[in-house]
């Protein structure tokens, strides 16, 4: 499920322009030498990257837990119709919701800390900014971590939103290099591919969700790793080595 990660940071690099490249535009630094210049652009879109798996940890962990609590595919249904809720629900009423957690302030405090790094061309500030830029609020973010919930294990939600900060950093990177390349009517209609996309890959994690036992797609819980053994099979009483039958202890 990793490849989803990275196909939909790819698809949805196009939101990310229309939301964030005036802000990749009008990043510090455009003085200095090229060279500068051009490594400033990359840390900064490396910084996004890292906060990306860093969230990835962190609700990969959430994940874990409710996998040890038994949850295991049914996590997969409950990412896909996170992804569902997201996708219906507009992102004003998003940030509606945030201001509503208490988490307004917390937001400031970011935008503050963002301003004051624009400030400063130096490049440890852009990698610092790019960090900052992945904490704002997103919904396309949002639908990737609520992907990232059904992937197994603390690093197994770290790599996936890794590879969909990947996926978008092409097309962010060139933007933030040499200003828009698509005309403002071309971005809007690729902009509808993201829902789309967000879509089927909310249909894909409801399929494997469901255990309807069609290989890799959706396999049967007993037909994991560590799941008990089917009814009415018994398990070998022992193991016969390459060389004869095991020693008895």
């Not at 919701?97 to 004051?116: D, F, P, S, T």
């Not at 909310?202 to 008990?228: D, E, N, W």
Request: hydrophobic share 50%; net charge positive; proline share 7%.
């Amino acid at each position: 499920m990793l490849w989803a990660g990275f196909l939909f940071g790819l698809v949805g690099s196009l939101h990310c322009v229309g939301m964030c490249g005036a802000l990749a535009v009008a990043l510090p630094g455009t003085d200095g030498p090229r060279r500068r210049y051009v490594a400033g652009r990359v840390l900064y879109n490396l910084g996004r990257l890292t906060t990306y798996a860093l969230l990835g940890a962190a609700v990969g962990a959430v994940g874990q837990g409710l996998r040890l609590a038994g949850w295991q595919q049914g996590l997969s249904v409950l990412s896909g119709a996170l992804v569902l809720a997201l996708v219906a629900v507009p992102e004003a009423w998003q940030a509606r919701a945030a201001a509503a957690l208490g988490l307004g302030a917390v937001l400031g405090r970011v935008k503050a800390r963002l301003g004051y790094f624009y400030q400063r061309p130096a490049l440890g500030s852009l990698y610092a900014a790019g960090m900052l830029n992945g904490l704002l609020p997103c919904g396309l973010v949002y639908v990737a971590l609520a992907g990232a919930l059904s992937v197994p294990g603390v690093a197994g939600g770290a790599a996936y939103m890794a590879l969909f900060g990947l996926g978008t950093q092409p097309l962010m990177l060139l933007v933030a290099l040499g200003g828009p390349l698509l005309p403002w009517h071309w971005r809007g209609r690729l902009r509808r591919a993201v829902p789309a996309l967000a879509l089927g890959l909310a249909a894909l994690f409801i399929v494997r969700g469901l255990g309807l036992g069609i290989p890799y797609l959706s396999p049967r819980l007993s037909a994991t790793v560590g799941a008990p053994a089917a009814p009415g099979r018994q398990q070998p009483a022992s193991v016969t080595w390459c060389h004869g039958p095991a020693p008895q202890p």
